[in-house]
């Protein structure tokens, strides 16, 4: 098969998401033919290191044996089942796992399928909790400035980013935002704590007044991926748990991108040693091969729906492939890596590499920030560095840098004009240093006149 017919054929029939068609008559689309570990191969054999994991999903590569092998042998024995009334010894064993390394007191797991529809049980998790104790005017839902939960309605309306929002803010329910922590907003002066502990204030301001209301606070944890990679000190977290609890309102912890190590530690959280009422996991969960995604959450959140049928108490939500097997399968594999191959301590000279290589980046006349937190590893170019003034938008100098990537064999997906490295876990030292190279290579064109 050849690539040009494959994309006449795709443009016929497919509508690709998060994307403007019509770039596609000057942009390249390209057809994947095979995956083998960082590197993703062409219909013409052009090779380019997955630098963003296929969208922060992938872990240990593509095609990896250990997961191939799982998925194929779960395969002839059982593909689905629905999970109501039934269950499965994948999802068990998996359910147990997770109980097992995700923080105290996690000790219940809902299934879903993908990352936006977590949200939206956790969301509807906390305030039936609210209802079923008897405080059904706990209904509100706060979430900080920048924020991204995902993108169907619910999870929009608890997300703050203009370009997937305001388009469809007619149609949202409100939601409190509340500015956040983002260390890119420092003073010269500051530290990213300090900066923390000030905006804290803004919580803890809208907590004492309206707590009476608010069923939950939805926070990405250390890192706002889809809110161009801003990242945050961990005393955020830990004061924000404290005046949950003070407050009487949910905390809800949404790993989907930055669980699972990328921020260092297997679950971001664990740097502010909290434990969160939900947790949101999904994306490397499958170590990126299926789509599955799971709500972890405590006994006493349990308990307030387990009752006499009817008393009508039971969590209303269900999607037909509610964990799958072989998605289950393809979690469990990727579990087992990271227990045998102590990945989180060895993705530590990976997280070095990454620092070293991009650190000349710092100095770069149209860099404002190289920043970092554990495997997650952001460049955001401005047109003037003192004053962190952006590059107006329409200029698109983030896809100059991808198409430059392209030709050198890298997938360095922008998001906006941030150029990012969120590899997976087996990407090698000297693949990160050409990364770098290419990335640097990549900006100098970017933002030359
Ligand atoms: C990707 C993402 C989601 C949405 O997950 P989907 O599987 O794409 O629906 C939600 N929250 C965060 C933090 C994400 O990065």
Redesign the pocket.
């Known amino acids: 098969m050849n690539s040009d017919e494959l994309k006449q054929r795709d443009l016929k029939v497919l509508w690709h998401p998060c994307t403007q068609m019509k770039d596609h008559e000057t942009l390249p689309m390209i057809p994947i033919r095979r995956g083998e570990g960082v590197w993703l191969e062409d219909f013409e054999g052009n090779r380019y290191i997955d630098a963003i994991s296929s969208w922060?999903v992938n872990l240990f590569g593509h095609a990896n044996p250990k997961i191939n092998a799982a998925v194929k042998a779960q395969l002839d024995e059982l593909e689905h089942v629905l999970l109501a009334g039934f269950s499965h010894e994948p999802i068990i064993q998996l359910s147990e796992q997770l109980v097992a390394i995700t923080p105290p007191g996690l000790t219940r797991a809902f299934y879903a399928d993908?990352?936006?529809s977590a949200?939206e049980v956790a969301l509807k998790m906390s305030y039936h909790y609210w209802l079923n104790s008897g405080q059904p005017e706990k209904k509100q839902f706060v979430c900080l400035s920048n924020s991204?939960?995902?993108?169907t309605l619910g999870?929009l309306a608890v997300g703050d980013v203009a370009l997937y929002k305001e388009t469809y803010e007619p149609l949202l329910m409100k939601s409190i935002v509340v500015p956040g922590p983002d260390c890119y907003q420092r003073e010269d002066d500051e530290t990213c704590r300090e900066v923390a502990i000030r905006q804290f204030e803004h919580m803890e301001k809208i907590l004492a007044e309206q707590g009476d209301q608010i069923a939950a606070v939805i926070v990405?944890p250390l890192v706002q991926?889809?809110g161009n990679m801003r990242m945050y000190d961990p005393v955020y977290l830990e004061l924000l748990r404290a005046a949950c609890d003070r407050y009487n309102v949910h905390l809800i912890a949404?790993e989907?991108?930055v669980g699972f190590g990328r921020t260092g530690t297997m679950f971001a959280c664990e740097q502010a040693d909290i434990s969160p009422d939900f947790m949101c996991l999904?994306?490397g969960l499958t170590g990126g091969y299926l789509p599955l995604?799971v709500v972890m959450t405590h006994e006493h959140i349990y308990d307030a729906f387990y009752d006499d049928y009817e008393n009508l108490t039971a969590f209303l939500h269900s999607h037909s492939y509610t964990g799958n097997p072989l998605a289950c399968s393809a979690a469990l594999a990727t579990l087992q890596i990271f227990t045998n191959e102590n990945v989180i301590k060895s993705n530590q000279k990976l997280i070095e590499k990454m620092a070293d290589s991009t650190r000349h980046l710092e100095a770069h006349p149209h860099v404002s920030e190289v920043r970092q937190t554990g495997m997650i590893l952001a460049i955001e170019m401005v047109k003037d560095k003192a004053t962190k003034t952006a590059f107006d938008w329409r200029e698109r100098r983030g896809i100059r840098v991808y198409q430059h990537a392209l030709s050198q064999g890298a997938l360095l997906r922008p998001l906006g004009n941030v150029i990012y490295f969120m590899p997976p876990y087996i990407i090698t030292e000297a693949q990160i240093e050409t990364l770098a190279s290419i990335a640097t290579e990549g900006i100098e064109i970017a933002t030359k006149t």
């Open positions: 922060w993908n990352g936006s949200v991204y939960h995902g993108e999870t990405e991926c889809a949404d989907i991108a999904s994306k995604s």
